[in-house]
């Protein structure tokens, strides 16, 4: 299994749909975990943490289920804002790179109106 | 506060020539870290560092050698540049170890090399 792997996408939704990205990963000593967004020809920039209690912020809801080594995003109510790139993100544990971030490969949504 | 800025944002080599980028923060954070991303690749760490005076290799460092100097810049060389070095490179700085805080990044800066 690839270290974190993602839905490859695109998604094309309507406004107003409610969309689900999908995440596993392969180090089940992975202690952390979260959701970046990144802009076209932009920079990747933190959408929220995800805690193994599920965490929810307005519109956005983040789940993580450790013995499944499955992460998962919902977009309730969709905006055009929300186009972007989502990249699953977990940390690296063992050795020297102990706390490093690995990435996945992102899976691009586009909303239409 | 500017966050994470790099230098140049552009860039154009032909193969075989070397150069800099630059990286600086205002954050005061401890660690910083240099990515490139590839289409279809993701994002992947190249070189990182836990401190001043202080670097470590990532995922794929071949090719690359950085430098930190100072807390507030971390320094990225390509020696004799590669087409597959053609990339877009980011940097980011974390106040603690990336796996427990959030990674800021800079803007990018792209290469071509030809």
Known sequence: RKEVEQDPGPFNVPEGATVAFNCTYSNSASQSFFWYRQDCRKEPKLLMSVYSSGNEDGRFTAQLNRASQYISLLIRDSKLSDSATYLCVVSRRGGGSQGNLIFGKGTKLSVKP | ?114
């Open chain 2, 1 to 114: 506060n500017a966050g994470v800025t790099q230098t140049p944002k552009f860039r154009v080599l032909k193969t075989g020539q070397s150069m800099t980028l630059l990286c600086a923060q205002d954050m005061n954070h401890e660690y910083m870290y240099w990515y490139r991303q590839d289409p279809g690749m993701g994002l992947r760490l190249i070189h990182y560092s836990v401190g001043e005076g202080t670097t470590a290799k990532g995922e794929v460092p071949d090719g690359y050698n950085v430098s930190r100097l100072k807390k507030q810049n971390f320094l990225l060389g390509l020696e004799s540049a590669a087409p597959s070095q053609t990339s877009v490179y980011f940097c980011a700085s974390s106040y603690v170890a990336g796996g427990t805080d959030e990674q800021y990044f800079g803007p990018g800066t792209r290469l071509t090399v030809t």
